[in-house]
């Protein structure tokens, strides 16, 4: 055999070192993919060939999501993030939303008016700004924010709007009871007799014009029945008539079997035979009564629902579901008591923490405790700690971050 030479065993030395570590490599390579990567098909098909030592081009191995761009890293920052501000009398870093908070509306320390309650009016943080808002009935006619909503809409002056004058010897009567925006005139077949819109056919104390009362009745007069009266129809005085159901509390008494002898014997406020007319006839299960809030006479409380009276308002009745009702929570009048979040959960009166807070220390006597949208060592829930070495605040519920390399804020 012939012999090599030294330059040749060098040769073959190095060759072979090569392909041992071109080996280590590849054995290396194919212990590190991850249990989940997926090895694709041989190109030409032969899945199988390529486990069992079949020619091929070797293994497609997926690329690894892990190498692919990520967002940038997060850190804690003790900035505060846009609109939030620590205040004079902040609990804790950046715990002030100056986009809403009457004490500090847009800057620390500018107050809305009155704390945010002015004449006939709130004074709202909004959007950084004080911004008037007007109970309903009233107008800032004015343009001075410092008296409030000075204007009542129930004026002949200012009728349902600033400005607008009602005609001469017009009214300005409100659209419904308790609600003083104003409308000009008097409804269809009404007068206006000075203070009241009235019907000249039948009112007792206007009949037949302004200002004309019905005088008594003569001594011989035949007696009248229950809820009967001698008084004006169709604008003449002396005529046997129904007390009027106009007068408070309301009684609504019709005579409805057109017998003056037993008077008028129906309430068309509460008969479900007689429904606000003669004739009208409630569904089976269903109640007549002056619904509140609109006191409209009608049928009402179908299966399910309650219904409740008011003391305050005799004759006048609402229909509620006492299983969900807070102001009739398993009975009428129980009324459930507490903060926001009290809730009527199958007749039982329920604390519910609204949005943003928490009960944290579980005392039931403080109720939800916690503001977990400023709180940075109770942030977003009870158990969520932020670096409060930093201090970290906690806006909105969440520990805030910026970005790590660029510097600029974002909510982790």
């Known amino acids: 055999m012939p012999v090599q030479s030294g330059r040749n065993r060098n040769h073959v030395a190095s060759l072979g070192a090569a392909l041992l570590v071109a080996a280590l490599s590849m054995q290396a390579c194919a212990d590190s993919i991850d249990v989940g990567t997926t090895v694709g098909p041989m190109p030409d098909g032969g899945g199988e060939g390529a486990s069992s030592g079949a020619p091929g081009n070797g293994p497609v191995i997926a690329p690894d999501a892990s190498l692919a761009p990520t967002a940038a890293l997060q850190c804690a920052t003790s900035e505060c993030a846009p609109g939030y501000a620590t205040c004079a009398l902040s609990t804790f870093t950046c715990d002030v939303n100056l ?46 924010l410092d008296d409030g909503c000075e204007q009542i809409l129930d004026d002949v002056e200012n009728c349902g709007a600033c400005g607008h004058v009602c005609p001469t010897g017009e009214p300005c009567r409100d659209i419904a ?40 009745p003569p001594d011989d007069a035949p007696a009248l029945g229950d809820h009967m009266h001698y008084g004006c129809i169709e604008g003449q005085c002396g005529s046997p008539k129904c007390d009027d159901p106009s007068n408070f509390p309301p009684r609504g008494w019709a005579n409805c079997n057109q017998d003056t002898g037993d008077g008028c014997e129906s309430n068309v406020f509460a008969d479900p035979n007689n429904c606000g007319t003669c004739g009208h006839v409630c569904p089976p299960g269903e109640i007549c009564a002056i619904l509140t809030p609109n006191n409209v006479v009608g049928c009402a409380c179908a299966p399910g629902l309650t219904r409740c009276t008011q003391d305050s308002n005799p ?47 579980g005392d039931p006597r403080d109720g939800c405790e916690t503001n977990t949208m400023t709180d940075p060592y109770h942030c977003g829930d009870c158990t969520t700690q932020c670096d409060v070495g930093l201090p970290q605040p906690c806006q909105g519920g969440k520990c805030w971050t910026k970005d790590c390399d660029a510097g600029g804020p974002a909510v982790q």
Do not use: M
């Not at 269809?188 to 104390?205: E, I, N």
């Open 177 to 216: 009871p308790f609600v003083p925006i104003g409308k000009c005139g008097c409804p269809d077949g009404q007068t206006w007799c000075g203070s009241a819109c009235v019907d000249l056919d039948s009112s007792d104390a206007n009949c037949g014009a302004c200002g004309h009362v019905c005088p008594p």
């Open 99 to 144: 986009q809403t908070d009457n004490n500090n509306c847009g800057a620390c320390g500018v107050v809305c008016p009155n704390g945010g309650a002015v004449l006939n009016a709130r004074s709202v943080c909004t959007d950084g700004q004080c911004k008037l808002t007007c109970n309903t009935g009233y107008a800032d006619c004015n343009g001075i």
């Open 315 to 361: 004759g006048f009745a609402s229909c509620v579901d006492i299983l969900t009702d807070i102001e009739n929570c398993g009975a009428c009048g129980a009324r459930c008591d507490g903060s926001d979040g009290v809730i009527c959960d199958n007749g039982v009166c329920v604390q519910l923490c609204p949005t943003g807070f928490a009960d944290c220390n």
